[in-house]
Every structure is written in structure tokens, then in C-alpha cells.
């Protein structure tokens, strides 16, 4: 059984910072791509920023130079540090990890969601 666990979102003013993290922990014999999607009321979920497992990182334009994703692949977590915070930024975010389950074979796991909400 994998878990992907997920923090660090809230409530902050625009032009602030949030870091999210997000834990895999389980039955894990490796990581390829992790990933931080997001998705606001009444819109679908988007792609925000993305690393592979060579390190390639891939990122949505409306947050490019803001966000940064990184990860700790001993501690199998992936993190978006978030700065210059806009109110279009509110949003349920959530990780997204393709996990080696076994020899070959990778399944893609979700984490619970962490709210982020931008506001004065």
C-alpha cells in the first residue's frame, strides 16, 4: 500500500509564500516522475509543475519564475516552494507520483489535497 501525504498549504496575502510537501511512504522500490496538479471551484485539474526522475522539470506557463518544484528522493518527497502568490493561485493542490510497485511495474498515486487560498 502507497500513501501520498501532503502540507504546507493555507492561507496567505498576495505577493506571499507557501512550501508544499508531499510524502510517499509504503511499498516503494522507486520513484520515476512526481508531479503538483491543482484545481480551483469549478475548473478542472491542471498540471503545475512536473520533475521526472533524470530531474527534467516542467511547469505551467501561468506560474513559471514563481514556482519551484523539487524532491528529496531519500525521503521520497517531492516540494513547490510557491512565491509572488496571486489570488488566481487559490486552489486544492495536489501530488501526483508514478511509483514502482514491483519489477516493471509503475502505478500513478494522488495525494488527499492541501487548500491554498490567496487573500488579503
Known amino acids: 500500500q502507497v500513501q501520498l501525504v501532503e502540507s504546507g498549504g493555507g492561507l496567505v496575502q498576495p505577493g506571499g509564500s507557501l512550501r508544499l510537501s508531499c510524502a510517499a511512504s509504503g511499498s516503494i522500490f522507486g520513484i520515476n516522475a512526481m508531479a503538483w496538479y491543482r484545481q480551483a471551484p469549478g475548473k478542472q485539474r491542471e498540471l503545475v509543475a512536473a520533475?521526472?526522475?533524470?530531474?527534467?522539470?516542467n511547469y505551467a506557463d501561468s506560474v513559471k519564475g514563481r514556482f519551484t518544484i523539487s524532491r528529496d528522493d531519500a525521503k521520497n518527497t517531492v516540494y513547490l516552494q510557491m512565491d509572488s502568490l496571486k489570488p488566481e493561485d487559490t486552489a486544492v493542490y495536489y501530488c501526483?507520483?508514478?511509483?514502482?510497485?514491483?519489477?516493471?511495474?509503475?502505478?500513478?498515486?494522488w495525494g488527499q489535497g492541501t487548500q491554498v487560498t490567496v487573500s488579503s
Open positions: 501526483n507520483a508514478q511509483i514502482l510497485v514491483r519489477t516493471g511495474v509503475y502505478y500513478g498515486y
Open positions: 520533475m521526472t526522475g533524470g530531474d527534467s522539470t
